[in-house]
């Protein structure tokens, strides 16, 4: 018995270690939590297609953990987790030569593809949540809700849009030399 409450004292320590730290997300804690991968990458497309790059990272981070090979079961692929068919609209309006569903596993055309779509969502909606949201749910969904004089209704996309916004403020802090801030 009495080598239990040294034990239990022990993890509650340790259990109000992590809350803290978890609560008050350290930028070291953030770096490990919600890593950044490819970032001149993302960097270079935020500046190219005027984003915030925290926010580029944020939205990698929300749809694949930066993991490049991410597929979901609607078929949407890679970083971004772009559908075939949005990529291959976005690869032709933007000059493409040829587009082949291969190439949205590359980092670099995978981001620019779904750089250049986040920005055109911003442009149509003048509004960073609807614009996330339309990312999450689709334009016609978002288009839908804003006639009917809607927030936005689907409760999965509102909390999509939260994290979102939330880990951008972390990449912003915690990344903000990496990322130009």
Known sequence: MRIFAPLVALL???????AYVERTNPDWYARMR??????HIVTGHAKNYDLDAAL???VIYRESKFEADAESS?????LMQLLPDTAKG????TGGA???????????????YGSFYLR???????????????YNAGQANVDGWLAAGEGI??????????????????YARAYADELGY
Not at 12 to 18: M, R, S
Not at 34 to 39: D, H, I, M, V
Not at 90 to 93: N, V
């Open 12 to 18: 509650v320590l340790a259990a109000g270690a992590f």
């Open 34 to 39: 919600y890593p950044l991968k490819y970032e």
């Open 98 to 112: 040829g587009f082949r569903v291969a190439d949205l596993y590359e980092p670099e055309i995978n981001i620019r």
């Open 120 to 134: 055109r969502l911003q442009r149509k909606y003048d509004d960073t949540r609807l614009a996330l949201a339309a």
């Open 74 to 78: 609607s078929g949407a692929i890679g």
């Open 56 to 58: 580029l990272a944020a």
């Open 153 to 170: 209704p689907f409760p999965e996309t509102r909390e999509y849009v939260d994290e979102v916004l939330e880990i951008r403020d972390i």
């Open 90 to 93: 976005i690869a032709l309006h």
